[in-house]
């Protein structure tokens, strides 16, 4: 196999707890580990809920903050130890799309400078004729013409309008890889399809690859390729994101699955979920799995030690949880109940 | 595919009591270019025991209309014309004395964002007592009965009294609110976004406090929202608002299984699906501009079945069958069944 494209080995992320401070430590990402091939383009989701540690990862990636341990490696070069000609390659070829479309315009300038900054930042074009061209086929990649938006002011556009011209800031530079860190979020449900649509389409004809981070699990089921689940900042399962999300194994991503409301009026929730309280939540699970306090499956097992990724089927379908591991005893009748229940659900669907 | 429906049962339903019925609700908010119509003649009903959902994409004038509806707009907003009747008594023309006993007592707001607006220096009890004290006079053993009682009916433990908004999350915030809207019974309660913030498990046990709450206490309710998944799962009746328009109402299995008008089909094909995975529909979002509504059709921009005659009369909202109500030229009803003028085919 060739050297891939990025490499997240072992990476944790610890906040606070530092020499002289008081406040806990909070541990945003642990050991993660993530690869993303060179060839074919993919795109890979990081999902997960607010305070999972998926902004925290995007962050270490871009390198805005540094690694507690662990590498992060780009074309097999750690990032942190780059030298200046590497780190301005890794700046061109690893492009960013954020949340809001609102807050990365300055509102003072039109919006053709957020194009012209980069282009004489990277030197991407010798004469303004040459500067204009390029801009033009950026905004023609993403479905917009220069002359009906590049005189105007950022708030003389829509959400979505903006969010395909950050796509096609990033485009521009020809990247190889986007991280897009809530690109559809704050953007009307009508139009989001147009942006993921431009991430597919980026995606399969210009090779460029996407870690698309997100809470939505039905969007990253429509384009994503592979899926990591996290829970406060550990991975839960992993894999193809179709077999991930029609397969849940993991207790946590089989109930967030089973929350997401359904747009059907005859499908309505049936159960009701009720979560432990609040001190039960927040009570530290110093060692063991972080999930135990919510798990209906839990075992006494799940205290000792996290629980490492198990094989589902295949090389890349994993989770962790100890309902998984044979050798655990115990977890024959937990197995059990959980195929049974896959069983009465399939046969109700 | 022939629809045919019951009259009877049509029947069954209007004899339900009317909680709120708005007539032509109109607010302008002033600019320095004109006036933006933000609700541009808005009319719905809303009956005893119902939960209306009120969809549409941002800026289209949902939150202005339950602001409306509650006469809280704020200039540069003002109502324009309309009347909002509440138990048959016009809002709108009441003094400001009057409309604060309607207010809470008989129509309450969750808004957006409600559990940011806890006051972070008072504790939950304080809070939720100042909002029944300013509306009813009861003795303080009283208030603190009631006060546990809403906590025990939103799925609190009866500790989060004496509790601190910081020391909850956002679930918990998100219920004091609820249980701050239901304080004094009202009849109505209006739900601005109450889930937006809330990551998806939390979302649904609170949605299902919700729920459980308005049928214990036979209140109506209006949900304002734009997540489809969370209005099929939780309204009786949907209203789809597009550009300060309703374009379409109507229950909602029709409105997910046989929704008539463009824009709300549109709207309905855009869901990501979390059961099948299919192509993405894309859609070119233009809208006009608000000041200077096109005469006609206001989704006509952006239908793809737009005709001459959609470009010059403006569609009213008509019923074409009982409870299910469409502005758009393209249905007639002819002999009880809704026939597609374009082809002549019945829907």
Redesign the interface.
């Known amino acids: 196999m060739s050297e891939p494209l990025l490499e997240i080995r072992n990476t944790t992320k610890i906040f606070g707890g530092g020499f002289l401070q008081s406040s806990p430590q909070t541990i945003a990402v642990q050991d993660f580990d993530l690869t993303i091939a060179k060839e074919p383009a993919t795109i890979t989701t990081i999902a997960g809920?607010?305070g999972s540690g998926k902004t925290t990862l995007a962050n270490l990636i871009l390198g805005f903050i540094s690694l507690t341990s662990g590498q992060i490696l780009y074309k097999g070069h750690d990032i942190a130890t780059m030298d200046e000609r590497q780190k301005h390659e890794y700046r061109r070829e690893v492009q960013a799309v954020f949340q809001d479309p609102y807050a990365v315009y300055n509102p003072f300038y039109r919006v053709k400078h957020i194009f012209d900054l980069v282009i004489k930042h990277f030197k991407l074009a010798e004469n303004k004729q040459e500067a204009r061209e390029l801009i033009e086929h950026a905004l023609n990649v993403v479905?917009m013409r220069g002359e009906e938006v590049l005189e105007k002011y950022p708030h003389q556009l829509?959400?979505?309008q903006r969010q395909r011209m950050m796509v096609a800031r990033a485009y521009m530079l020809r990247p190889r890889l986007i991280v897009a860190d809530e690109p559809v979020s704050m953007v009307?449900?009508?139009?989001?399809?147009?942006i993921?649509?431009i991430m597919?389409r980026l995606r399969d004809e210009e090779n460029i690859s996407f870690l698309y981070i997100t809470?939505?699990?039905?969007?990253s089921?429509?384009?994503g390729d592979k899926i990591h689940i996290l829970y406060q900042g550990l991975v839960t399962e992993k894999g193809d994101t179709?077999k991930v999300?029609e397969h849940p194994h993991h207790p946590y991503v089989q109930?967030?699955?089973d929350?997401?409301?359904?747009?059907?009026?005859?499908?309505?929730?049936d159960t009701?979920?009720?979560?432990p309280?609040?001190e039960e939540?927040r009570a530290h699970v110093e060692s063991g799995c972080r999930f135990y306090p919510r798990c209906p499956h839990r075992m006494d097992h799940c205290l000792t030690k996290y629980p490492p990724l198990y094989r589902i089927d295949g090389l890349d379908h994993q989770a962790a949880c100890y309902l998984y591991d044979e050798g655990v005893v115990g977890t024959d009748q937990e197995l059990d109940v959980i195929e049974k229940e896959k069983v009465t659900s399939e046969l109700a669907t | 595919m022939t629809l045919t429906w019951d009259m009877q049962d049509a029947k069954s339903t209007d004899d339900r009591d009317v909680v709120l019925e708005v007539k032509d609700l109109r607010v302008h908010y002033a600019t320095p270019l004109g006036d933006v119509i933000a609700c541009n003649g808005i009319s719905f009903k809303v009956y005893e025991g119902e939960t209306v959902g009120l969809v549409g994409e941002s800026g289209c004038g949902k939150t202005t209309t339950a602001m409306g509806v509650l006469r809280l707009v704020q200039p540069p907003g003002r109502i324009v014309e309309g009347e909002v009747l509440l138990d048959g008594v016009d809002v709108l023309s009441l003094n400001e004395e009057e409309l604060r006993r309607v207010r809470w007592n008989q129509i309450s707001l969750i808004p957006q964002g409600a559990m940011n607006s806890l006051n972070p220096v008072m504790r939950v009890k304080d809070q939720i007592g100042d909002a029944i004290q300013t509306h009813e006079s009861r003795a303080r053993e009283a208030v603190k009965e009631r006060i546990l009682e809403l906590l025990n009916l939103v799925g609190l433990p009866a500790r989060v009294y004496n509790m601190y908004p910081h020391e909850l999350s956002g679930g918990m915030k998100q219920r004091v609110c609820i249980a701050m809207a239901i304080a004094l019974n009202p009849s109505l309660v209006i739900a601005d976004e109450f889930t937006s913030a809330l990551d998806v498990i939390v979302q649904r046990v609170v949605a299902q406090t919700m729920l459980d709450v308005k049928d214990r206490l036979g209140m109506s309710m209006i949900l304002i929202g734009h997540d489809m998944g969370l209005q099929a799962q939780l309204v009786d009746r949907i209203a789809v608002m597009y550009a300060g328009n309703i374009v379409e109402i109507a229950p909602v299995e029709d409105i997910f299984e046989e929704s008539l008008h463009p824009y709300t089909q549109l709207l309905i094909e855009s869901i990501p699906s979390i059961k099948e995975r299919k192509p993405l529909k894309v859609t070119e979002g233009l809208t006009h501009d608000l000041r200077n509504p096109p005469p006609g059709c206001i989704f006509q921009f952006r239908c793809p079945y737009v005709m001459e005659h959609c470009r010059e009369v403006e569609p009213p909202l008509r019923e074409l069958k009982p409870l299910h109500e469409v502005a758009c030229h393209l249905f007639e009803e002819q002999d009880g069944k809704i026939v597609d003028i374009s082809d002549e085919s019945v829907v």
């Open positions: 809920e607010s479905g829509s959400g979505g009307d449900a009508s139009l989001r399809a147009m993921l649509d597919l809470h939505d699990l039905s969007t089921y429509q384009i179709s999300i109930e967030l699955i929350s997401i409301p359904v747009p059907d009026p005859n499908e309505k929730w009701t979920i009720s979560l309280s609040e939540l």
